[in-house]
């Protein structure tokens, strides 16, 4: 078993950097030879990766670091100023969006309970491929990156109403849908507190005392840790990964160690 998984790794790894180095040549962005490593490695084509779910959680690791890596760029003042595009747009193109798609497979002949599933599927967009190719362009601080950053966190956070209403609209209770959803906010604004507290008044001190150590490892390796116990605090709540590795980014943007 474990020497199947380092042959798909493997493979992966080795189709990926194939296909980077003859896209470079193309002058074709980098996101773009992932996707067509994974379509020839995967089973549909080569079938040199049988079994692509057992990568899913790996690879949500990437995105953990991708995350945290943008939310160094951010700090809480400058996300508070982004709170319209966050809110206003990133609210209006959710329900633009899922109402165009949602009332187009519904007239075409689809149930609503259908409608409203692929509607959620086709509204939100992938931040880990918006934000990296953002970072390439080196477009994050531009006007429309922020604007997109914005509307990628809101799309986050609208992604736990969809998969609330899955289960419901499935033939669970539809009582318990209010219940639900109030919950997940609620458990939504708790851990985000919880994140930008430990932010605040821990990491700061913590981050003193690995200073004094003066060792590149302890560093790299608190950082490590850091990021990664964020992620499994939201991820214990049924919260995207993704969004303890920004909130822990965007505290540890505000420090004296960003560039570090």
């Given at each position: 078993m474990e020497q199947q998984f380092f042959e798909e790794f493997l493979a992966i790894m080795c189709a990926s950097l194939l296909a980077m180095v003859v896209l470079q040549r193309l002058r074709l962005p980098n996101i773009i030879g992932y996707l067509v490593a994974g379509i020839v490695v995967g089973p549909s084509i080569t079938g040199w990766v049988n079994t692509?779910?057992?990568?899913?959680?790996?690879?949500?690791?990437?995105?953990?670091?991708?995350?945290?890596?943008?939310?160094?760029?951010?700090?809480?003042?400058?996300?508070?100023?982004?709170r319209s595009s966050v809110f206003g747009l990133g609210g209006i193109q959710v329900v633009f969006c899922s109402l165009v798609f949602g009332g187009s497979v519904w007239a075409w002949g689809t149930s609503l309970d259908a409608a409203v599933v692929i509607a959620g599927a086709l509204t939100l967009s992938s931040t880990a491929i918006v934000t990296k190719q953002l970072g390439e362009l080196q477009q994050i601080h531009s006007r429309h990156g922020q604007l997109s950053v914005g509307v990628l966190l809101f799309q986050d956070l609208a992604a736990i109403v969809f998969l609330i209403l899955v289960p419901v609209l499935a033939g669970?209770?539809?009582?318990?849908?209010?219940?639900?959803?109030?919950?997940?906010?609620?458990?939504?604004?708790?851990?985000?507190?919880?994140?930008?507290?430990?932010?605040?008044?821990?990491?700061?001190?913590?981050?003193?005392?690995?200073?004094?150590?003066?060792?590149?490892?302890?560093?790299?390796?608190?950082?490590?840790?850091?990021?990664?116990?964020?992620?499994?605090?939201?991820?214990?709540?049924?919260?995207?990964?993704?969004?303890?590795?920004?909130?822990?980014?965007?505290?540890?943007?505000?420090?004296?160690?960003?560039?570090?």
């Open positions: 692509p779910s057992d990568f899913a959680f790996l690879a949500e690791f990437g995105v953990v670091f991708l995350l945290f890596s943008l939310g160094l760029e951010f700090s809480l003042p400058k996300l508070v100023a982004l669970s209770d539809s009582s318990s849908l209010w219940g639900s959803l109030g919950w997940a906010l609620l458990k939504g604004m708790a851990m985000v507190a919880i994140l930008l507290s430990i932010g605040k008044w821990v990491l700061p001190h913590l981050y003193k005392e690995v200073a004094q150590a003066h060792s590149e490892e302890v560093f790299l390796l608190s950082t490590l840790v850091i990021v990664l116990l964020a992620a499994w605090l939201t991820h214990s709540f049924h919260l995207s990964m993704a969004l303890g590795g920004f909130v822990i980014g965007m505290m540890l943007g505000e420090s004296h160690f960003k560039h570090q």
